[in-house]
């Protein structure tokens, strides 16, 4: 009874981290660039003491394990599959139904430093893949006995959680993206190899120059 009351409350943490503009409240605390990071950071932070402080297990409960040889590979390739992906929704999808991205936040965030675009996309793969994945995944799981279920939740809420700051059409990548990092978790439930996929998926589109 007591491990799915402290579940329950750390799945809160999954929802806040959903519905909540973590972002543009770090923004307004703490100023503009890095500033809107803050936030997510200390959500991150709390999740980790709150797993092994209040519920009293081991970060490897949430995917945090050794590295196995196939999870470098796989990690690599799903990240290449997103970047395959997207710029195939880019340069095909959205032009079929007239659709177009956010492209005033792309520019402004392709005006910003790279140390903080850096930030930025490792901020969004350890705590995306943090709080959207890996934590309510095994969580949702243990709480319903359906890890299909879980990963359906987790995407849908993955998906759900970019609409405030790139709009519907970017909804399409982020469901791409998040469907194959669920599966990749699922399979391998290691969360450092989910990180990589997504660090490696952003980096290609924000790091890259031009």
């Not at 981290?17 to 809107?36: C, D, H, K, M, V």
């Not at 690599?76 to 005033?104: D, E, K, W």
């Not at 978790?185 to 952003?202: Q, V």
């Amino acid at each position: 009874m007591k491990r799915r009351i402290t579940t329950t409350v750390g799945l809160l943490f999954w929802l806040a981290a959903t519905f909540l503009p973590i972002g543009t409240w770090s923004e307004r605390l703490f100023g503009p660039l890095w500033g809107r990071e803050v936030l997510w950071w200390v959500l991150v932070i709390a999740i980790y003491i709150y797993i092994l402080a209040v519920e009293r297990r081991p970060l490897s409960s949430i995917g945090f394990r050794r590295l196995r040889w196939l999870d470098v590979p796989l990690a690599v390739l799903t990240g290449f599959l997103m970047v395959a992906g997207v710029v195939f929704i880019y340069s095909v999808v959205f032009p079929r139904f007239h659709l177009q991205m956010n492209a005033a936040e792309m520019s402004s965030l392709q005006h910003t430093p790279f140390w903080y675009r850096f930030l930025l996309v490792t901020r969004a793969a350890v705590a995306e893949e943090t709080l959207f994945r890996a934590y309510p995944i095994e969580r949702i799981t243990e709480w319903s006995g359906s890890r299909l279920l879980a990963g359906v939740l987790t995407w849908a809420a993955f998906t759900y959680a970019h609409l405030g700051t790139w709009g519907w059409a970017q909804l399409i990548v982020a469901g791409f993206g998040g469907l194959l990092l669920t599966v990749l978790y699922i399979w391998r439930r290691n969360l450092w190899g989910n990180m990589l996929a997504h660090w490696l998926a952003d980096g290609a589109g924000f790091l890259m120059p031009g």
